[in-house]
Nanobody, 120 residues
Framework: QVQLVESGGGLVQAGGSLRLSCAASGSIFSINAMAWYRQAPGKQRELVAAITSGGRINYADSVKGRFTISRDNAKNTVYLQMNSLKPEDTAVYYC??????????????WGQGTLVTVSS
């Protein structure tokens, strides 16, 4: 069994910052890519940023220069530092991880989501 637990969401004014964290735990052998997605009301879930175990990173165009993804492989944790937040960043943010379990099963794991609200 694998769990992803997110934290760090909340309400912030436009121009402010938030830092999201997501810790993976359970029967984990290894983790390949970790990523953050978001889903705004009435919209489809979209990729925000992703990082591989080797540190390769990609960002959605809408967050480039404002958001930074990082990970601590020793802690099985991924972070999302969000700066210069805009009202259009308001969404539920989900953590995602490609995990190989101790039984060598490939798992596409998701967190429960954390709400980020940016007021204008």
């Amino acid at each position: 069994q694998v769990q992803l637990v997110e934290s760090g969401g909340g309400l912030v004014q436009a121009g402010g910052s938030l830092r999201l964290s997501c810790a993976a735990s359970g029967s984990i052998f290894s983790i390949n890519a970790m990523a953050w997605y978001r889903q705004a009301p009435g919209k489809q879930r979209e990729l925000v940023a992703a990082i591989t175990s080797g540190g390769r990173i990609n960002y959605a165009d809408s967050v480039k220069g404002r958001f930074t993804i990082s990970r601590d492989n020793a802690k099985n944790t991924v972070y999302l530092q969000m700066n210069s937040l805009k009202p259009e960043d308001t969404a539920v943010y989900y953590c995602n991880a490609d995990i190989l379990s101790l039984r060598r099963n490939a798992l596409d794991a998701w967190g429960q989501g954390t709400l980020v609200t940016v007021s204008s």
